[in-house]
């Protein structure tokens, strides 16, 4: 059985995770009291059923207490994966306002930016039992895509490796478990016939390659990788998110991240991912901005 609970502040995705879900086939249930979970395992186990997908969060109140523990039995018989959905005070703050929902622990003694606050602490214990996903920075398209990705690793073997690259105009990834800036290298920004492209397109790549130092530099930071990488194996953990960024997270991160994932592509489990590009950006030798 699979079982996968999706956790996180109010207001950074969980419905659009759990609604991913649901359309992978999963039976999914909203707002489960934690202290059921065991239950609700039990009774849809015996229906048959082989997938779960459960959103539990600071709406169970005390019984959130139980989580953990339940977790823990459960997988003695069960691959259960853990997703935590995380974002910035800032931007909770900003979905807040425009959907003008309520939180759920605001009241008249409380605020909405202490609500937040108080949620962000009730929620530590869980963050740490779980992949964190930092959805500050993600449209609704670009965080379904990485939820299915999520989905398709569903790995009981050994740690998935996530390369991501970013733009650090626009902040740094709050999921990253290892972090390189590369913007020390030359900026395919400046010249006018690669500002439009991306670093997944030959041009952009092919002018970085012609750089001594962008080449030491990829070859260090994959024997980094590469050397660590059993250590962060052996820590029990599923994933590590090694995040690679540059100004805008268009050029020269995105060149080293494909790159990367070509150096570990013998490993079962390696997911790239393009903080700043739009899903659908593919490899090409087009010149239209993107």
Known sequence: MELVVISGLSGSGKSIALAVLEDAGYYCVDNLPADMLPVLVGHLRRDGYTRIGVAVDVRSGPSLEALPKALEDLRRDAHVSVLFLDATDETLLQRFSETRRA????????????????????????????????????????LRAWIREFLKVDSQDGLTLVFESFGFKHGVPRDADIMFDVRCLPNPHYDPLLRPLTGKDAPV???????????????????????????YGHDNR?????????????????????????????????????RELAPTTHNSQATAPR
């Open 205 to 231: 790549a092919a002018f970085l390659e012609t750089q001594p130092d962008a080449l030491k530099l990829r070859e260090d930071i994959a024997r980094f990788v590469s050397d660590w990488l059993p250590k």
């Open 238 to 274: 599923s994933y590590l998110t090694v995040a690679i960024g540059c100004t805008g997270g268009q050029h020269r991160s995105v060149w080293m991240t494909e790159w990367l994932a070509t150096q570990f592509a013998n490993r079962p489990d390696v997911l790239v991912r393009h």
């Open 103 to 142: 939180h759920p622990l605001t009241s008249e003694t409380m605020t909405l930016g202490e609500a937040l606050r108080h949620e962000r602490a009730l929620l530590e214990p869980v963050a740490e039992m779980g992949h964190r996903l930092d959805t500050s920075h993600l449209k609704p398209a670009v």
